[in-house]
Nanobody, 126 residues
Framework: QVQLAESGGGLVQAGGSLRVACAAS????????VAWFRQAPEKDREFVAA????????YYGDSVKGRFTISRDNAKNTLFLQMNNLKPEDTAQYFC???????????????????WGQGTQVTVSS
C-alpha cells in the first residue's frame, strides 16, 4: 500500500508560480512511476507530468510543457511539481499518482495508476 498526501496548492495570480508536493509513505517512490494529473470541474482528468520508474526522463502534457517541472526527492520520498507562468486555465484539483507496474504506453492514462492522493486545489486568477 502507498499513501500519498498532496500539499502546496493555493490561489495565485496569472503569471505567478506555485510548487505542489506529494509526500509518500508505504513504498519508495524511486521504484515507482510517479505522475501528476489535474481535473477541473466538469472535465476529464488530464495528464500533467510523469517520471517513469526505470528512468529520469520527465514526460509532460502539451498544455504545460515549458512551464511545469516534475521532480522527485528520493531522500524525502516526495514528488514535486513546480508550476511557473501559471494561467487561469491551469485552475484545477491537482493529484499525484504512483504505480509500480504501469507500462510506458499507459503513462498518460489515469486508469493505469493504482494509488492516488486526495488532491490539492490550485486556483489561478486573471
Amino acid at each position: 500500500q502507498v499513501q500519498l498526501a498532496e500539499s502546496g496548492g493555493g490561489l495565485v495570480q496569472a503569471g505567478g508560480s506555485l510548487r505542489v508536493a506529494c509526500a509518500a509513505s508505504g513504498r519508495t517512490l524511486s521504484r515507482q512511476t510517479v505522475a501528476w494529473f489535474r481535473q477541473a470541474p466538469e472535465k476529464d482528468r488530464e495528464f500533467v507530468a510523469a517520471i517513469f520508474r526505470s528512468g529520469y526522463t520527465p514526460y509532460y502534457g502539451d498544455s504545460v510543457k515549458g512551464r511545469f517541472t516534475i521532480s522527485r526527492d528520493n531522500a524525502k520520498n516526495t514528488l514535486f511539481l513546480q508550476m511557473n507562468n501559471l494561467k487561469p486555465e491551469d485552475t484545477a484539483q491537482y493529484f499525484c499518482a504512483v504505480d509500480s507496474q504501469i507500462i510506458l504506453s499507459q503513462l498518460r492514462r489515469p486508469e493505469g495508476y493504482s494509488y492516488w492522493g486526495q488532491g490539492t486545489q490550485v486556483t489561478v486568477s486573471s
